[in-house]
């Protein structure tokens, strides 16, 4: 199981997605997966709503709430990959929420 990630410019379309893709991270997916695993799912933070066996979104406005929420789980990971995911999304993250009409797509598998 692992959650990759890509930067859109718009919001993705079913199928092909390339023409907005902005920015893609492929590397720490099953890292990320298991650093995201331990979030309640029906709590009130946004990376609980990532679906790690589908797609998820998150608009400009939701990437700088979840901001947020990695830097917490970035000072209680002690696992070196899995911090690295977490500093590797919170890129995409800021990137995103300093993009107008971007959204960050987590995509599960």
């Known amino acids: 199981m692992g959650i990759e990630l890509e930067l859109h410019s718009a919001r993705p379309g079913r199928g092909s997605s390339r023409a907005t893709l902005l920015r893609g991270?492929?590397?720490y997916g099953e890292a990320l997966a298991h650093a995201l695993s331990s979030l309640d799912r029906h709590g009130s933070g946004k990376l609980g709503w990532v679906d790690p066996y589908g797609d998820t979104l998150f608009n400009e406005q939701e990437a700088e709430a979840a901001r947020r929420e990695v830097a917490a789980l970035v000072d209680d990971c002690a696992d070196g990959r899995q911090r690295a995911a977490l500093l590797d999304l919170d890129g995409l993250l800021a990137?995103?929420?300093?993009?107008p009409g971007s959204y960050l797509q987590?995509?599960?598998?």
């Not at 990137?95 to 993009?99: G, L, P």
């Open 106 to 109: 987590f995509i599960g598998d």
């Open 95 to 99: 990137q995103c929420a300093a993009t």
């Open 25 to 27: 991270s492929y590397a």
